[in-house]
């Protein structure tokens, strides 16, 4: 089925560890956006890569990294975890020039 | 700066009863507007979009939003709630071309009682 990939769907994570959240679309799409979302907070942007080989901050970048693969994947790393990490995380794809934003179904993230 | 303000953080209605979910936005230039729904545990899914067209915009399962730019609103209702209507509904905005990321209300849990 055509759409967004997350992987992993769960992880638990103690602070200080790494790990890095894996993205992938298959509708071509150039946008890729990495959202956090919170309790009473909405989803906030985190960092987002307008075509191949550009990325940009967002809102919240601190504390996470990020690469652009190639057209298909954008992937997410946090170096270091915190408790404050603690969330869920949506990745999205857009085609350029449009309005159709496709989510994943989204990581959960728990950091003891 | 662009941003958008969901005005309620919970609505309780009964089953039958019309649904309004308010949002106001603030924005620079003309923008899109979308609502975006969320059942528990589960992914985003939108609702409607607004992009400079129609005023009066209907999306899916009876849900409907009116652009209203005087008032830099774009309020969400339903004639009839259903239970199944009971999520969380997100507004969102957006401005510009390629690239352009969603800008979240922080959200409105809407509660429907039998």
């Known amino acids: 089925n055509a759409g967004v990939t997350q992987t992993p769907k769960f992880q638990v994570l103690k602070t200080g560890q790494s790990m890095t959240l894996q993205c992938a679309q298959d509708?071509?799409?150039?946008?890729m956006y990495w959202y956090r979302q919170d309790p009473g907070m909405g989803l906030r942007l985190i960092y987002y890569?307008?075509?191949?080989?550009?990325?940009d901050k967002g809102e919240v970048p601190n504390g996470y990294n990020v690469s652009r693969l190639n057209k298909r994947e954008f992937s997410l790393r946090l170096e270091s975890a915190a408790p404050s990490q603690t969330s869920v995380y949506f990745c999205?794809?857009?085609?350029?020039?449009?309005?159709?934003?496709?989510f994943g179904s989204g990581t959960r993230l728990t950091v003891v | 700066a662009q941003s958008v303000t969901q005005l309620d953080s919970h609505v309780s209605v009964s089953e039958g009863t019309p649904v309004l979910l308010r949002c106001n936005y603030s924005?620079?230039?003309?923008?899109?507007l979308f609502w975006y729904v969320q059942h528990p545990n589960k992914g985003l899914q939108l609702l409607l979009k607004?992009?400079?067209?129609?005023?009066l915009v209907k999306g899916i399962n009876g849900f409907e939003a009116e652009f209203k730019k005087s008032e830099t609103s774009f309020h969400l209702t339903k004639p009839s709630a259903h239970m199944s209507d009971a999520a969380e509904y997100f507004c969102?905005?957006?401005?510009?071309?390629?690239?352009?990321?969603?800008?979240f209300g922080k959200g409105t849990t809407l509660s429907v009682s039998s």
């Open positions: 999205a794809s857009r085609e350029g020039g449009s309005y159709g934003y496709t």
């Open positions: 509708m071509n799409h150039n946008s």
């Open positions: 890569s307008a075509s191949e080989g550009t990325t």
């Open positions: 924005s620079s230039y003309s923008p899109s």
């Open positions: 607004y992009t400079s067209a129609a005023t």
């Open positions: 969102v905005l957006t401005q510009g071309q390629a690239g352009t990321a969603l800008i």
